[in-house]
């Protein structure tokens, strides 16, 4: 139910979920906060006791709760964490300096073009220059003036953000104000960007980056189990992913070798899923579990994620800069050497063109993404109809209308596993018995299941001082009664019934 992931990042993952729940955890509360294996989660935990400071508790019915240190310090150094991490911030290097290397295509090559016209202007304003020498200063400082304010532009990014300025300078007043010309003045002072421009470029070539996490499925599966203490059927988890019974209830097989569970049969004959492993919790359960699937539309994100309008039309602007230009160098390639000609033409040309081809690609990609979308979104609002169905008595009728007039109507009528029914006016009708048979199933074993115990009595701790859980118990025994020989308390009761409980326990 998901991919590999390596030892090091398996850890990383118990310790965010420790971190959440200030270091103390069951092994389920870990499992259900990762999407982790349950049996694996154990393991890890009872090897990581031993690499950090932590306590054990057990509850008397053999349940372990870890007590974590809240920072997480180490007992001493893991061997191999550090080629771990030496490996992450090798790849994280990576990466950016993949990022600063487009941005250095784009925005490099159009300073370098933008330099070179204004050298051509400069020599062209010299020679017009040279029989006048009176302001000839000003004149050649107009063009560095020029290409100052065009990197500054470029560079600190002002066409990609607004310009922000505090109430009382937007006002006229604090600092700055008589400097200045307000909001839209020529020498307002720029602040830096909340983000880096080459990820605004990142993001116009190859879209929003994949946030998606491997086990997104498995955290949200065990979080909607726990939300049914631990009893569910296949119709109920298809309710949440939208696939058919038969998926779901290999879902749920998955789900009882990767958390623990077990399969009882109702007395209705449906398969009722248990998950008593999971449910154990050391506080109150964080995070809600997933909404029906009608409830969760697709939505596609913006071709070029978070970018804006102005963002996106002004990185055009660039390389189509960059374009014309190295299509212009090209077409006087005849007086330019061939360095120049590959260096200024051919590599911006060729980068200019990929740099436009490839959210190209993606826009065409993304029409058959959103024909999809619609057809899913269609398709979870027929579901609804399925669920709708589902009464405490027995399934109602849905008109046979709803899935006819769909090109998906008899691919779900399938999947769900429905019966048709003809009244005597001829009006044809769907019901989905499976679906109503497995959610009420599922009901009433979670009813059976609300009174069981989720942790019980705390009978050992690991912090309190070493000795065998018979030594506690008869300690525990030995100070309950020489308070009662001491007459501590009105205990004239409860002396008998404390004595034989504590014998039979330590018997």
Not at 198 to 209: A, L, S
Not at 244 to 263: C, H, N, P, Y
Not at 349 to 355: D, N, R
């Amino acid at each position: 139910m998901g991919e590999a992931i390596t030892t090091f990042e398996f850890e990383d993952r118990i310790l965010k979920s420790l971190r959440g729940r200030d270091g103390v955890a069951t092994a389920a509360d870990v499992a259900a906060d990762t999407g982790l294996p349950l049996h694996e989660v154990e393991g890890a935990m009872r090897r990581m006791v031993q690499d950090y400071k932590s306590h054990l508790d057990v509850d008397d019915e053999g349940n372990l709760l870890y007590r974590f240190d809240p920072s997480l310090r180490r007992r001493g150094e893991q061997p191999g964490r550090w080629w771990y991490e030496f490996k992450q911030k090798v790849w994280r290097a990576f990466v950016w300096t993949f990022k600063v290397w487009i941005m250095v295509m784009l925005v490099g090559y159009t300073a370098t073009f933008l330099v070179l016209l204004l050298a051509l202007s400069i020599a062209g304003i010299a020679a017009a220059a040279s029989s006048d020498s009176d302001g000839i200063g000003e004149v050649l400082f107009l063009p560095f003036y020029l290409l100052l304010r065009v990197l500054e532009l470029v560079f600190w990014i002002s066409l990609f953000e607004d310009r922000r300025f505090s109430r009382g300078r937007r006002y006229g007043r604090g600092r700055g104000y008589g400097r200045g010309r307000g909001r839209g003045g020529r020498f307002g002072r720029r602040e830096k960007p909340k983000e880096a421009l080459y990820h605004k470029i990142f993001r116009y070539v190859f879209g929003p980056p994949d946030k998606s996490d491997p086990l997104a499925g498995q955290r949200a599966f065990a979080k909607f189990v726990r939300s049914r203490k631990g009893r569910v059927t296949a119709a109920e988890w298809a309710s949440r992913t939208g696939h058919s019974l038969q998926e779901a209830d290999q879902a749920l097989t998955a789900g009882v070798m990767r958390f623990g569970g077990d399969i009882e049969v109702s007395p209705g004959g449906e398969l009722v899923y248990h998950f008593d492993e999971l449910r154990l919790t050391a506080g109150e359960e964080t995070g809600r579990p997933p909404a029906p699937i009608w409830e969760r539309p697709v939505r596609l994100e913006k071709l070029t994620g978070e970018n804006t309008d102005r963002a996106n039309r002004w990185i055009t602007v660039l390389n189509s800069f960059n374009l014309m230009m190295g299509a212009g160098v090209l077409g006087a390639s005849a007086s330019l050497t061939t360095l120049a000609v590959v260096g200024l033409g051919w590599i911006p040309l060729i980068f200019s063109l990929l740099f436009f081809a490839v959210p190209l690609g993606r826009r065409v990609k993304r029409r058959r993404e959103k024909r999809r979308a619609e057809r899913e979104n269609e398709r979870r609002s027929l579901v609804e109809a399925i669920y709708l169905s589902v009464g405490e008595e027995g399934p109602r009728q849905v008109d046979a209308r709803i899935f006819d007039t769909s090109e998906q109507g008899d691919r779900l009528l399938t999947d769900f596993e429905a019966e048709v029914r003809v009244t005597d006016e001829g009006m044809m009708y769907y019901t989905f018995p499976t679906v109503t048979a497995q959610v009420n199933a599922a009901e009433t074993a979670r009813h059976r299941a609300a009174e069981e115990v989720v942790f019980g009595e705390r009978i050992f701790s690991s912090d309190e001082e070493e000795m065998s859980l018979h030594e506690v118990e008869m300690k525990d025994f030995e100070e309950r009664l020489a308070r009662e020989l001491g007459g501590q308390g009105p205990q004239e009761f409860d002396l008998e019934w404390e004595v034989e409980e504590a014998y039979q326990v330590g018997a």
